[in-house]
């Protein structure tokens, strides 16, 4: 099974501006991510694919493949089906390229031990929830499942609502998601629906129209960035353990 892996990495956030290129311990936000992701044996190739010249020049200047993409994409995942378009393979990850603590033993466990030829498979990790505050942060999704860890729902509000226990765990979304050509196919080809516009998760892509995902719990340490000052957290995660 050819799989690669794609990061993709955007210049124009509006909440953090070029955040890729921000420094974590000295080194781009974008380097971490990849040298992660460059420890999965599984991976045959690993692409950085932005529509930034300045990304582009920061990657190539340490030794990662790039691949310039449309700048007019609403999201990571249309990103993804752009490269599927132009690169061959039997399943792509992606892998956000704001999680910088993700590990290959963490990444791996959304790839699928078999998979058929021409397969409809997404599936994407998730971890438990260790702060109660972020329950209720609405930047963090949150992710309910199956016994099978077939997705059931996705919310920013806090879910499942403990009214008849207290003594669940709930599971935040972490960015690491595994797609065949297939399911990209139908992900480009299927407009939005309402909950997707509503909640801005494009998971409810495949959910609202019946598609099955499934979310693996990798029960990593999970530190996205979201804004600057997330990286101090970052960075004392990662001098913490040196």
Request: negative net charge; proline residues 6%.
């Amino acid at each position: 099974m050819k799989t690669i892996c794609v990061i993709p990495a955007r210049a124009e956030s509006t909440r953090f501006f070029e955040k890729p290129l921000a420094l974590i311990c000295g080194k781009p936000m974008i380097w971490w991510v990849w040298h992660h992701c460059m420890e999965v044996p599984e991976f045959e190739s690993v692409y950085i694919a932005t529509d930034s010249e300045k990304i582009k020049a920061a990657a190539e200047n340490f030794g990662a493949q790039v691949i310039m993409t449309r700048s007019d994409h609403d999201t990571a995942t249309e990103r993804l089906y752009e490269v599927s378009t132009r690169i061959d393979a039997d399943l792509y990850v992606m892998v956000n390229g704001d999680e910088p603590l993700l590990t290959r033993e963490s990444i791996i466990q959304c790839i699928p031990a078999n998979l058929e030829p021409d397969s409809f498979y997404v599936s994407n990790l998730m971890t438990d929830f260790t702060n109660p505050v972020e329950v209720v942060d609405a930047t963090n999704l949150k992710i309910v499942t199956a016994s099978d860890d077939r997705c059931l729902f996705i919310s920013r509000s806090p879910i499942p609502y403990p009214k008849g226990a207290m003594d669940y765990v709930f599971h935040k979304f972490v960015g690491v998601g595994a797609f065949t050509r297939k399911a990209l196919d139908f992900y480009h080809n299927t407009p939005r629906g309402p909950i997707e516009k509503i909640e801005e998760n494009d998971s409810f892509r495949f959910l609202e129209n019946h598609q099955p995902i499934y979310y693996y719990n990798c029960h990593c340490k999970s530190l996205s960035v979201d804004n600057r000052k997330d990286i101090a957290g970052v960075e004392a995660y990662l001098n913490a353990g040196k």
